[in-house]
Structure formats: structure tokens, C-alpha cells
């Protein structure tokens, strides 16, 4: 039997020895144990539990709960889904900077009401970055001021509020700036992140004297404060962002570079814009999936729809062997496209509408071997391709954005006296010559984050979705379109439900609630599989979903992390 929506502490496997009047627990994560002891409460929940969907005509749905508060701020003071999600995002950089933070990139999709659109504010390589570059330091680091693109997401915020929003600027950014100049308790998921991320990053110019208070991480409960954060915050709500990319901000960002051996300038920072996009599509039975085109991943995740179209899944038991195996199969074609191709989309050899060619796709789903599982290359297409949050308000706009750093934290630079921590999406470009995706000056790199948006047929929007988690995105936003418009599951039961996740080759990772059967019989067909303890959010995403019903929303959050959906 599956064992939904259970709830505990993530990414690793407990050891409780408690005594009176305290919690003393230790988590191991591979050879890494960290000390999550309190003085306070057990943060563990060792007990199955169920959360329910939550309705209403107006809503916010993320991975953070004072971040949902913030967003349903500005819908209760007059504001639209917009407002309510930059609000959000801004707050997400201060109460779960494991995940995103001033310097991350974003892309947003939303329903204006009449129009759907598409942004990407991903940002571009520094004009120094060539592939000469990196061959003189051995490879693109994961770490340090080296790995750091332009970042993107005070763009979005900026773009978004221009054209859409309904409230001032500023007023959208003072949630985040009291939470971070008065402090919040920081919450259990997040803590344990945090403790990951100081392990991994203290070393990395300016992060401990941000994240690292008296040189540890704060554990949950304890009460986070940073006025740099919110005095930065301050100024770019000032200026509408200029200062970050053509001002004092920009200026300390480049110093900072180069005073580390980093590449990017002032000119870097002022080049940079967020372009309205579109999205791509691919029909789903009665519904029309979007994503943002490449650089983001999320065209994977259309195409192994496409593929699931083709075979006629639906027929079969949602969580039996036959549906889990040609979910499988499908994603790992797609990603051996996506893997070759994917890119830039001024730099990609192939467009995306030949890989979601319906010929095409027909031709990739005739691979799948319905009994045994494979390991698929990349095909030849012919001509004919983090944190999450949804918001939807009563007036019948939806949004689906999406911002993040990368790995946790990202380069785990800070620079100092600012609080802008800045993500590592250098280390997605590649150093193989002639590759779509080779690193060159102002170029975006292939992307794992990205939102999505389902369509109904009739051209009326359905749901805004997401699922954060590196290349865990595009396999999960299968996942969700699959239980929720093909299955007809509700949002909540979508994101509560095991989620399997390919690992390469013939590799499967699932989670430990899955049902041991389905596992024995995906092992009988030659999937690798493994079972991954602890509901690990960077190994199996954290879904957010917003699903429109007549006049009002359905809205699921997912339990791997510590948010929820708040609504009117």
C-alpha cells in the first residue's frame, strides 16, 4: 500500500535519544552527520498523516509558510496574483535562502486573464567566460565567484510589477524586509539544509559571516535576523531594481568579483534583461501543457508527455508496474534529448518544435519496450525544443514562478554587507567543444528550473504547477500532470503520492513509501532500482499546484518541505 503524505524531517535517516526537558537527534546524510539537537521541541513526525487541498478564490501555494503569508498580504490589501507572488518570491530570499536568494535566476509563466506569457530572467555568462577560461582552472567549479552567472531573479520581480502588477513596488518587498531585519523562526526543513549548506560552503567568501552566526548554522526554532538583507531589499524596492544591475549594488557585485578571482564586471551586470519569452507546448489528452523554452529543462517534460500520449497511457492502475514503467521509460528518452540538445535558445542546433514533433515523438514512444526496461541515447529530430510557488486570484489570474540558486545555496559567495547570495548556474554550462551547450561569453546556460502550465483544450487556464529540485523538475512535473489532469487526482493527493525518479542508464530511485510490489516488479523487467531513505527534497522535488474549478482554486503543497497553501 502507498503511504501518503507522511511528514517528518528530510534528507536523512534520525537517531532519537531524548532526555527531560530536551530533543537530542543527530541526522546522517551519507558520511555526514549533523547535530539538529533543540533545547526546545522534537521536530520529528513519525506518524502517517494526510493533509487535505485547500479551496478558495484567492491563493498562494509554496514551499515556506511566512512566504505564503506574504503573498496573501498583498491579495487581502488589493493586490492580484502578481503582487501576491513577488511578494512571495521576495520573501522566499530571506526565510529559505537554501533554496534561492537576491542572487538567483526565475522564470515565470502566468494567465493574465486572456493571454498566457512566458519570462525567462535567467541571466548570461560574463563577457570574460570562453572555454579558454576554464581550461586554464580545470573545468567549471561548482563554488566560488567562477561559477556565478548574471543573476536574474530582481529582474523578474521588476519586469512582472511593470506589467501586471497592481500595488507599488515597494510596498510588495516589505513583508521580506521585516522578516529579515525583526527575524523568523526558522523552520525545521529548512534548518536541516542549512546545516548541509554551512558544511558544505563555509569556506566560500562571505557566506559565514551572513549564514553562520557565532560559525553555525541556526537550527529550528532558533531566530534568524540579517540587516544587510534588508537593507538591500530596501534599495532595490527603491529603485525598481536599478541599482542592482546599474547602481551601488552592481558595483559592490563586481568589486567583489574581482577581489576573488571572479570574471563578472559592472558591464556584465548592466547587459542583462529578462525577455518575455512564450512558452512551448504539447497537447495532453484534454488539456495543453506549457513551459518556458530552452535554456529551461522543461521541454523534457513535454515530450515525455508527448511519448505517454502516443502509448495511450491512462488505461492502467496510476501506481501499478505498467504505468510507473512507461512513466520511465518515456522521461529517460526525453532526457537523452534533452541532455544533447538542450541550450541557449539563440545556440540550439535543433528547434524545439522538432522535438516536440508529434512524428517524432510517435517514432521515440516506438522504442519503449512495454516488458524491459532500456537505456536510451538521444535521438535525430528532423525538421517539421529550486523554489516554486503558484498564486491565482479571483479576478482569474494565475501565476506559476519559479527561483533558485541551483545546489542549495549555490556558489555560497555572499557578498558582504548586502545579503545578495549568488547562485552557481555556471556550473550547468559544459566544456565539450561544439556542444549546444558549451560555455561561451554572455550565454545562458542549460537550465533545471522551470514552471509550468496546464491549458484545457478549450483555451481556458487549468492549473499552475511546479516542482523544485534540479533535474528532478521535469520528471516531476510529468508525475503532476499525469495524477492530476490524466488521472483526475486532486492536487494534494498529487503532491503527497511516492515519486520515482531516473538516475541513468537503467537507474530508478524511489522513494521508501512505495510499494514494495510495484519495486520487486519494476526489478523483473531490468530496472536498477533503488530506494532512497528519507524524503530527500533536492532527490525527489517539493511540488507546488494550483488547479482552477469553476470560480474557485484547488491548491496542493507538498509535504517534503515545510510550506503549504493559504487562501480566501
Request: hydrophobic letters at 40%; glycine letters at 12%; one cysteine or more.
Amino acid at each position: 500500500m502507498l503511504r501518503r503524505g507522511r511528514r517528518r524531517p528530510l534528507l536523512g535517516v534520525p537517531e532519537l535519544g531524548r532526555a527531560c526537558g530536551s530533543s537530542s537527534y543527530r541526522w546522517r546524510v551519507g558520511a555526514m552527520e549533523i547535530d539538529m539537537t533543540s533545547t526546545v521541541t522534537d521536530w520529528t513526525l513519525p506518524y502517517a498523516s494526510h493533509r487535505s487541498s485547500v479551496l478558495g478564490r484567492n491563493m498562494v501555494s509554496t514551499s515556506q509558510p511566512l512566504a505564503a503569508q506574504a503573498g496573501l498580504a498583498m491579495l487581502l490589501a488589493g493586490g492580484n496574483a502578481v503582487d501576491a507572488a513577488i511578494a512571495t518570491a521576495m520573501a522566499l530570499t530571506v526565510v529559505e535562502p537554501t533554496g534561492c536568494g537576491l542572487g538567483s535566476d526565475a522564470f515565470c509563466i502566468l494567465w493574465d486573464g486572456k493571454e498566457l506569457h512566458g519570462l525567462n530572467a535567467s541571466g548570461r555568462s560574463p563577457e570574460a567566460w570562453t572555454p579558454e577560461y576554464f581550461a586554464a582552472l580545470g573545468g567549471i567549479p561548482e563554488k566560488g565567484w567562477n561559477a556565478v552567472t548574471v543573476p536574474g531573479a530582481v529582474s523578474a520581480w521588476v519586469e512582472l510589477s511593470r506589467r501586471f502588477g497592481k500595488l507599488p513596488f515597494e510596498q510588495l518587498a516589505q513583508p521580506a524586509i521585516r522578516y529579515a531585519r525583526d527575524g523568523f523562526a526558522v523552520s525545521p526543513t529548512i534548518a536541516t539544509l542549512w546545516a548541509l549548506g554551512g558544511a558544505k560552503l563555509a569556506d566560500q567568501p562571505g557566506f559565514a559571516e551572513c549564514f553562520l552566526p557565532d560559525g553555525k548554522a541556526p537550527k529550528a526554532g532558533e531566530v534568524f535576523r540579517s540587516e544587510a538583507h534588508a537593507r538591500t531589499l530596501e534599495e532595490i524596492a527603491a529603485t525598481k531594481g536599478e541599482s542592482f544591475y546599474r547602481g551601488a549594488l552592481a558595483r559592490s557585485m563586481a568589486e567583489h568579483a574581482k577581489a576573488c578571482g571572479g570574471a563578472m564586471t559592472e558591464a556584465d551586470l548592466a547587459a542583462h534583461q529578462a525577455d518575455w519569452v512564450g512558452t512551448v507546448s504539447q497537447t495532453f489528452g484534454d488539456s495543453v501543457i506549457h513551459e518556458i523554452p530552452p535554456n529551461g529543462q522543461g521541454i523534457a517534460a513535454l515530450m515525455a508527455l508527448g511519448m505517454l500520449d502516443a502509448l495511450g497511457v491512462g488505461a492502467e492502475p496510476l501506481d501499478g508496474v505498467e504505468s510507473v514503467h512507461l512513466q520511465v521509460e518515456a522521461m529517460k528518452l526525453a532526457l537523452a534529448d534533452l541532455h544533447e540538445y538542450n541550450a541557449d535558445g539563440d545556440h540550439m542546433r535543433v528547434e524545439s518544435a522538432h522535438l516536440l514533433d508529434a512524428g517524432y515523438l510517435r517514432e521515440r514512444a516506438a522504442l519503449i519496450d512495454r516488458e524491459r526496461a532500456s537505456a536510451p541515447t538521444y535521438g535525430a529530430p528532423r525538421p517539421g525544443g529550486t523554489v516554486y510557488l503558484a498564486a491565482a486570484d479571483a479576478s482569474g489570474m494565475m501565476v506559476s514562478f519559479i527561483q533558485s540558486n541551483y545546489m542549495g545555496f549555490g556558489s555560497g559567495v555572499v557578498v558582504p554587507g548586502t545579503g545578495i547570495s549568488l547562485q552557481n548556474r555556471g556550473h550547468g554550462f559544459t566544456t565539450q567543444a561544439g556542444h549546444a551547450n558549451e560555455v561561451a561569453p554572455r550565454k545562458r546556460p542549460s537550465h533545471t528550473i522551470i514552471p509550468a502550465f496546464a491549458m484545457n483544450a478549450d483555451g481556458t487556464p487549468q492549473m499552475a504547477f511546479g516542482v523544485m529540485g534540479g533535474p528532478m523538475q521535469s520528471q516531476g512535473h510529468l508525475q503532476m500532470a499525469l495524477r492530476v489532469l490524466r488521472y483526475g487526482q486532486n492536487p494534494q493527493a498529487a503532491a503527497d503520492a511516492p515519486r520515482w525518479r531516473v538516475t541513468g542508464g537503467k537507474g530508478v530511485a524511489v522513494e521508501p513509501a512505495f510499494d514494495a510490489e510495484v519495486v520487486a516488479a519494476l526489478r523483473a523487467r531490468g530496472h536498477e532500482v533503488t530506494i532512497e531513505e528519507g524524503h530527500g527534497v533536492f532527490a525527489f522535488g517539493g511540488a507546488q499546484l494550483v488547479l482552477r474549478d469553476g470560480d474557485h482554486y484547488i491548491g496542493g503543497s507538498d509535504p517534503r518541505k515545510d510550506g503549504g497553501v493559504v487562501a480566501f
